[in-house]
């Protein structure tokens, strides 16, 4: 059935009901009363990361059907834009943003960095990461599982959007936003800025170790090295 890609269709489907969760608040909610607040997001990060495994895993278990081939140049393009990618993940989850993921406490609207050149930062980060990947992975499986990704980490910025302003209030949300956009660098057309906070500067360097991380890991734990379009 499916060709031999019932297994990854599955997979994805449990990934996306799971990534349903956290903007239903009910649920969310009702979990936690369960749980436990540090029970909860233990919990959701190790399931998470279990589903993402076995998505990888279907992903290389399925069927190769060749939708373009392999070539250097866009294993150049993932190589160069994957430190921004990394970058701009980590800034998603270290520096103060009460509208996005990630922490909320101490935003400064006077010095907005990475949120001043986009209001998601971790999303956008994921979004570069698929969006990248795609260019050098051709086989259909890992077309749409970089493409859905990189569909799920766009759309969700609009999600987010919306539970921000149902949770701050459309009043509050517009004032926080003001000098933001889902597309970069537009927010500094509307009167943003992205002066940096010490914040932002733990994002970039530690942004950057992850790529290091990343480079070092990847021949490891996928055969493949991240640079091989450089040789």
């Known amino acids: 059935m499916f060709g031999g890609f019932g297994n990854l269709i599955a997979a994805f489907v449990v990934f996306l009901i799971l990534h349903s969760i956290p903007p239903m608040q009910s649920v969310k909610g009702y979990l936690i009363s369960v749980l436990g607040k540090r029970g909860y997001y233990f919990s959701y990060s190790i399931v998470s990361l279990a589903v993402l495994v076995w998505l990888i895993r279907e992903v290389w278990a399925a069927p190769y059907v060749e939708i373009w081939p392999y070539e250097a140049w866009a294993a150049r393009t993932t190589a160069h834009v994957m430190p921004l990618a990394t970058i701009v993940f980590m800034a998603g989850f ?57 569909v799920l980490s766009l759309a969700g910025m609009l ?73």
């Open 94 to 150: 270290l520096r103060s943003n009460p509208l996005s993921i990630g922490p909320s406490h101490g935003f400064d609207k006077t010095r907005q960095g990475f949120v001043g050149i986009v209001r998601h930062p971790a999303l956008w980060g994921f979004a570069l990461w698929a969006g990248a990947h795609l260019f050098a992975n051709g086989s259909l499986a890992e077309v749409l599982f970089f493409g859905g990704l990189l």
């Open 159 to 231: 999600i987010v959007d919306r539970r921000k302003k149902r949770i701050l209030g459309t009043e509050v949300w517009k004032d926080l936003s003001k000098g933001t956009s889902n597309i970069p660098f537009v927010g500094l057309f509307l009167g943003g800025n992205c002066r940096p906070t010490l914040k932002d500067g733990y994002s970039l360097f530690v942004g950057l170790m992850l790529f290091a991380v990343a480079i070092y890991l990847h021949p490891i734990l996928l055969g493949v090295s991240p640079l091989s379009g450089f040789y």
